[in-house]
């Protein structure tokens, strides 16, 4: 089993849809937890920190469910310009970490 | 004024021969990382440096060696370049201790194996 896990997509929605994305992680330990986004050809860039109580960025809102192990993704009002591969990314335990990355959602915002 | 910075962009040379690729943050970060992103798009850590000390060393073929001079600069070389190692490698840097610290990412080397 992967230590992330990430419906790989595309997700093909209207603009001006809400789409979610959920992510699965294996390791209980896991500590920190973003969402990233990468556009095409381009490099990671951090999109949000992912909290336990749950936390919102404008049209964005991540949500962490420990007991279950997954974060969610909700974007609502979609635009063409959120178009992007999104990371679910964990840091695992507590010593010297390292991201690790889930194999990314495709999102395509289509007009 | 960029964060993180990876030379070259772009790489294309041939099977076997040997290549660096350098990155350097300015961001004052003390930790960074290597990551090698396939053709399937998987983003996988290969190597971490703390204040120049190797932390992480994923299973990784020894003909890659990651060269820290300094907190500011972690270099890749590679030997012997193999077809699989076609890919895109992204450096990254970090502030070690801070849990919430998100990771900036350089823009990547793209490196093709002819």
């Known amino acids: 089993r992967k230590e992330v896990e990430q419906d790989p997509g595309p997700f093909n929605v209207p603009e001006g849809a809400t789409v979610a994305f959920n992510c699965t992680y294996s390791n209980s330990a896991s500590q920190s937890f973003f969402w990233y986004r990468q556009d095409c050809r381009k490099e990671p860039k951090l999109l949000m920190s992912?909290?336990?109580s749950g936390n919102e960025d404008g049209r964005f809102t991540a949500q962490l469910n420990r007991a279950s192990q997954y974060i969610s993704l909700l974007i609502r009002d979609s635009k063409l310009s959120d178009s992007a591969t999104y990371l679910c990314v964990v840091i695992r335990g507590t010593g010297r970490r390292a991201l690790t990355f889930g194999s990314g959602t495709r999102l395509q915002v289509q007009p | 004024d960029t964060a993180v910075s990876q030379t070259p962009k772009y790489l294309v040379t041939q099977m076997g021969n040997d290549k660096s690729i350098k990155c350097e943050q300015n961001?004052?970060?003390?930790?960074m990382y290597w990551y090698k992103q396939d053709s399937k798009k998987f983003l996988k850590i290969m190597f971490s440096?703390?204040?120049?000390?190797?932390?992480i060393n994923e299973t990784v073929p020894n003909r890659f060696s990651p060269k820290s001079p300094d907190k500011a600069h972690l270099n890749l070389h590679i030997n012997s370049l193999e077809l699989g190692d076609s890919a895109v490698y992204f450096c990254a840097s970090s502030k070690e201790g801070d849990r919430s610290s998100p990771q900036h990412f350089g823009d990547g080397t793209r490196l093709s194996i002819l």
């Open positions: 440096y703390n204040n120049k000390e190797l932390i």
């Open positions: 992912v909290y336990s």
């Open positions: 961001l004052g970060h003390d930790t």
